[in-house]
């Protein structure tokens, strides 16, 4: 198990100042556009910007302020939208910094002219090429499931759904086809699904590892993200906690997987619930 958090490609862009983020967004008018601070007029160069389009995007395009420059970064496996975003970021600062060149990790420096005609539909294509290959071949070679970061949640990928993915079409098409269920799972978990809190339980003893928790409440519609265990409320003072892959048999009736690890569980009634807390109490105990 693991994180594709690395990036595919940055451009930077030199710049005497870093521009406002309401600046940045005036520019881009970009009308579905999230990801920037709620005062636009607030100083964004420390913690940088994490852009992205609502129900669009699958990656966050990063934007960062270094001392001469703004540095925008692609994520590995991006929608085209997201490879267009980042495109329209860099031209803005450089029309805010009148910067006429720009540095491409993929290509070195350009004038800002050769920017589209070199950053093309090919170009685009290939992030998505590039990133699915990498994600299947980690996954085959047992390093999954892997997680990717998106703008609203991680999106989780292993055996069963890349087989799923493979099996559904051309070969030539799986890039596309896992770009689409990334956007699924960023953009079309019904409203009334909150996602569960997460916790972290302190080491009992030096150099063990923190586990991540996430609590289970019977009452609620819940996405439940992939973490280490699940905590089960068995009574006011009283809870069960479980190992993660043990969802899958505890919420069976009650939910359903989003991806290859995260679930939708719906509320549970009592009597089911005290089943599945018995139940619960059972896994605990092997």
């Not at 940055?10 to 709620?38: F, N, R, S």
């Not at 001469?68 to 692609?74: E, K």
Request: hydrophobic share 45%; glycine share 8%.
């Amino acid at each position: 198990m693991g994180y594709l958090g690395y990036y595919f490609a940055w451009i930077q862009v030199a710049a005497k100042h870093c521009p406002t983020a309401l600046e940045l967004q005036q520019a881009l008018g970009i009308a579905d556009l999230g990801g920037m601070p709620e005062d636009t007029r607030a100083d964004w160069a420390e913690q940088g910007l994490h852009l992205f389009r609502h129900d669009v995007s699958v990656r966050s395009t990063s934007v960062a302020w270094a001392d001469d420059h703004v540095a925008v970064t692609i994520r590995a496996l991006p929608a085209p939208e997201d490879c267009e975003l980042a495109l329209r970021v860099v031209e803005v600062v450089a029309e805010l910094s009148g910067a006429a060149e720009i540095q491409s990790e993929n290509f070195g420096a350009l004038e800002l002219a050769q920017l589209r005609d070199l950053h093309d539909a090919a170009w685009v294509s290939q992030q998505a090429k590039s990133g699915a290959s990498v994600v299947a071949a980690m996954i085959r070679g047992g390093r999954g499931p892997m997680g990717m970061p998106g703008p609203v949640r991680d999106f989780w990928i292993g055996e069963r759904l890349l087989a799923e993915l493979t099996a559904a079409g051309e070969p030539d098409a799986f890039p596309t086809r896992v770009v689409e269920e990334m956007r699924r799972v960023q953009w079309s978990v019904p409203s009334q699904y909150r996602t569960a809190g997460l916790f972290v339980a302190k080491p009992k003893a030096e150099g063990e590892k923190k586990t991540q928790l996430v609590i289970w409440l019977p009452d609620e519609h819940l996405l439940l993200s992939r973490v280490d265990s699940v905590v089960l409320r068995a009574g006011d003072d009283d809870v069960v906690m479980v190992p993660f892959d043990a969802l899958a048999e505890l919420t069976a009736g009650f939910g359903e997987l989003l991806d290859e690890c995260q679930w939708l569980v719906r509320p549970v009634p009592d009597d089911d619930w005290t089943r599945i807390v018995a139940r619960a109490r059972e896994i605990r105990g092997r």
